[in-house]
């Protein structure tokens, strides 16, 4: 599969991506776990359908040391026994506002007082920039079918 833009030979893509890129940097700087915020970019990742982010994310997890089960879980948080009460809520928070148009009002107040629970302020921050970054990522990626599968951990740092 090609992919319908090529974004680094576009100078116009260059120009933008690389302070939207800038800007992903430093998120994952922000006081969120970094294992916390790897489960949410591939829960956002696998309802959205983004392959390149489902490979980058994935592999990225496994070199920082994430087991295989619990990446073989997420899809299936709910049910898996191998998540902290931490991370189930910033999973439901990720899926809630992943499927803004599908929950009707978007995020619950429930879902936000549960991850309020076990995060500051600054983490919450981190986790809605991070869901909401993730879902743009997915959809440059999906919108120009950008392939998969080729992507090395630490690529882009």
């Known amino acids: 599969m090609d992919a319908r833009l090529n974004y680094l030979g576009n100078p116009a893509a260059v120009k933008v991506l690389s302070h939207f890129m800038s800007a992903g940097k430093a998120v994952k700087d922000l006081p969120l776990p ?19 982010c489902l490979d980058m994310h994935t592999k990225e997890a496994a070199a920082a040391g994430e087991t295989p089960v619990r990446l073989h879980l997420i899809a299936a948080w709910r049910e898996a026994t191998v998540f902290t009460e931490a991370e189930r809520a910033a999973l439901e928070l990720a899926e809630e506002g992943t499927r803004v148009a599908d929950a009707g009002p ?13 995060y500051d302020e600054q983490q919450l921050t981190a986790l809605v920039i991070l869901v909401s970054f993730m879902n743009t990522v ?6 120009t079918r950008q ?11």
Request: proline content about 4%; glycine content about 8%; aromatic content about 6%.
């Open 34 to 52: 970094a294992a916390t915020q790897e489960l949410v970019a591939l829960r956002v990742s696998q309802i959205n359908g983004c392959a390149v």
């Open 138 to 143: 997915n959809r440059l990626n999906i919108i």
């Open 147 to 157: 392939p998969a599968g080729d992507y090395v951990p630490g690529q882009f740092h």
């Open 106 to 118: 978007g995020v619950s107040d429930e879902v936000w007082a549960r991850a309020a629970k076990h």
